[in-house]
């Protein structure tokens, strides 16, 4: 069994927890020649004529996480009593994510974002729309998400932490959260707790971080003054800093030294929204099947290859998978 397929023959066996920011992505196709102005307002329409919506954010990493082939996969998140968290519970459930552990709070707006895509070219052109909070998160719903993450951990082979909230609020991942994370990394020491922060990558401890250079760079500088990726690791106590750049490969930081994992090669990428997410999904999983970083770097490498040749947050299938690492090495 070479690599590849030990890492796909573990993914049944692995349970996966997504907690932190989960949202909903609508995805609507207007169309131009159908853009009369209002007659009330004289503002001319945009004209949606289709629309899909699949999970976002967290529901990306939890989206990839089932199509690979998960044991299980749940996601922890807190959705507004609102039509757009409807359509949400509906997208997560059509693809076999639980989302029984989230938290239902009447004064949360459910995360949303609302792309609009031209028809003609197929090309999103338009603002988006978003749905979003800038308040801090309700006492009453951290609370729940505290009490439940601290029951369900014991649970699941792999926490994978979503921090996308780039509000000064800050979203679900609350200090109070992130400390109960600290705490449970600790308790459960053989979990794989593996945290995609945005804004406050600095501020875990004790967790794989997985930031593109930019959020590292940014990170570093704040907690030290220069860009300095060990130092970071160093501060946040992780066992391993996984730093994506993109075409370049993923760097990867570890006690013992730095390590390149160059990327797959792709030749014009269809849309590289939500590589990231995809990356975690392969590499956090492969981490827990083989403990090997490398491995692991290597295959969310590999899922990302997939998804960034499909429009939209795509997935990858086994199959799929299976298909680029056999391809000859070019």
Not at 210 to 222: D, I, L
Not at 267 to 283: K, L, M, Q
Request: charged residues 20%; glycine residues 8%.
């Amino acid at each position: 069994m070479n690599w590849v397929e030990r890492i796909l023959s573990g993914f049944p066996n692995k349970r996966a927890l997504v907690a932190g920011d989960v949202c909903l992505d609508r995805w609507c196709r207007y169309d131009p020649a159908c853009s009369d102005l209002s007659r009330e307002t004289g503002i001319a329409r945009t004209a949606v004529v289709s629309t899909q919506i699949t999970p976002g954010a967290g529901g990306t990493i939890a989206n990839n996480l089932a199509a690979l082939g998960a044991g299980a996969v749940a996601v922890l998140g807190v959705i507004g009593a609102d039509g757009n968290g409807h359509e949400l519970r509906q997208a997560l459930e059509s693809r076999g994510i639980s989302h029984a552990l989230s938290v239902t709070h009447p004064d949360v707006a459910t995360f949303t974002y609302t792309k609009l895509i031209n028809v003609q070219t197929g090309e999103e052109d338009l603002p988006r729309l978003d749905f979003i909070n800038n308040k801090p998160l309700p006492a009453a719903a951290e609370k729940l998400v505290v009490d439940r993450l601290r029951n369900a951990v014991s649970s699941y082979d792999v926490i994978l932490v979503s921090d996308q909230a780039e509000t000064g609020a800050g979203g679900v991942i609350t200090p109070a959260v992130r400390a109960e994370l600290a705490s449970l990394a600790i308790l459960y020491p053989h979990k794989v707790y593996w945290v995609d922060s945005r804004m406050r990558l600095e501020h875990f401890r004790g967790m794989i971080l997985k930031p593109n250079e930019q959020e590292a760079r940014a990170a570093s500088e704040r907690c030290s003054g220069s860009p300095d990726f060990r130092r970071l690791r160093e501060l946040t106590a992780s066992p391993l800093l996984v730093i994506t750049h993109g075409p370049k490969g993923a760097l990867l930081v570890a006690p013992e030294g730095e390590t390149w994992v160059p990327a797959v090669p792709v030749e014009n990428p269809a849309d590289i929204c939500g590589a990231g997410d995809s990356f975690s999904a392969g590499a956090a999983v492969a981490y827990a099947i083989t403990r090997d970083a490398v491995a692991a770097a290597r295959f969310g490498n590999l899922v990302a290859s997939v998804t960034i040749m499909k429009k939209g947050t795509g997935t990858a299938s086994p199959e799929e998978v299976r298909a680029v690492a056999s391809r000859p090495a070019s």
